[in-house]
């Protein structure tokens, strides 16, 4: 079992290519919180389903802080994602197993190669303050359990108004 992310210490700095031919990197100082939703890849529909709401609030969430989206598919499947589902936020796809671990997430193999040909990172969000550390993290070892957005949304924002302290702490 991977250790789970501890709240309050840094994320490992990590980037992300992007389908937009860019790079988006977290872990370190920025002038921004971070909110990073990891899915699990084009194979999943509840993540479609939880994408699509996300890019529904987008202006809300951007409003307050920066959003990466990220999973381990391929360029080209992220592509596809993006163009079926035009979604507005940037995409970033290649997470690896070293970066899936190192952020506490659960890793499933595939089920049959209809589902997809590779091992992906089950579903996860990590509220990330602009100094690099981790202030929230939501894991789940399936596709079925996902925080609700708006809530989330409230929240992150009541935290950063009122410069909560992390809470949790192991």
Same mark, same amino acid.
């Given at each position: 079992?991977?250790?789970?992310?501890?709240?309050?210490?840094?994320?490992?700095?990590?980037?992300?290519?992007?389908?937009?031919?860019?790079?988006?990197?977290?872990?370190?100082?920025?002038?921004?919180? *971070?909110?990073?939703?990891?899915?699990?890849?084009?194979?999943?529909?509840?993540?479609?389903?939880?994408?699509?709401?996300?890019?529904?609030?987008?202006?809300?969430?951007?409003?307050?802080?920066?959003?990466?989206?990220?999973?381990?598919?391929?360029?080209?499947?992220?592509?596809?994602?993006?163009?079926?589902?035009?979604?507005?936020?940037?995409?970033?796809?290649?997470? *690896?197993?070293?970066?899936?671990?190192?952020?506490?997430?659960?890793?499933?193999?595939?089920?049959?190669?209809?589902?997809?040909?590779?091992?992906?990172?089950?579903?996860?969000?990590?509220?990330?303050?602009?100094?690099?550390?981790?202030?929230?993290?939501?894991?789940?070892?399936?596709?079925?359990?996902?925080?609700?957005?708006?809530?989330?949304?409230?929240?992150?924002?009541?935290?950063?108004?009122?410069?909560?302290?992390?809470?949790?702490?192991?």
């Amino acid at each position: 079992m991977t250790a789970k992310p501890r709240v309050g210490e840094p994320v490992a700095p990590m980037d992300f290519l992007t389908v937009n031919s860019g790079k988006i990197s977290i872990g370190q100082a920025k002038d921004r919180w *971070t909110m990073l939703f990891v899915y699990r890849g084009r194979h999943c529909p509840r993540c479609k389903r939880f994408l699509n709401k996300l890019d529904k609030m987008l202006s809300d969430w951007t409003a307050i802080m920066d959003v990466v989206v990220v999973s381990a598919d391929t360029a080209e499947k992220a592509q596809q994602d993006k163009d079926e589902f035009g979604w507005t936020f940037d995409l970033a796809y290649g997470l *690896t197993e070293a970066q899936m671990r190192s952020l506490g997430l659960y890793v499933s193999d595939p089920l049959s190669e209809a589902e997809t040909s590779d091992r992906f990172a089950e579903p996860g969000a990590f509220g990330i303050r602009p100094d690099g550390t981790l202030m929230l993290v939501d894991i789940s070892n399936g596709p079925a359990a996902r925080p609700d957005l708006a809530e989330l949304l409230d929240g992150m924002a009541f935290n950063i108004e009122n410069d909560r302290p992390v809470r949790g702490i192991a």
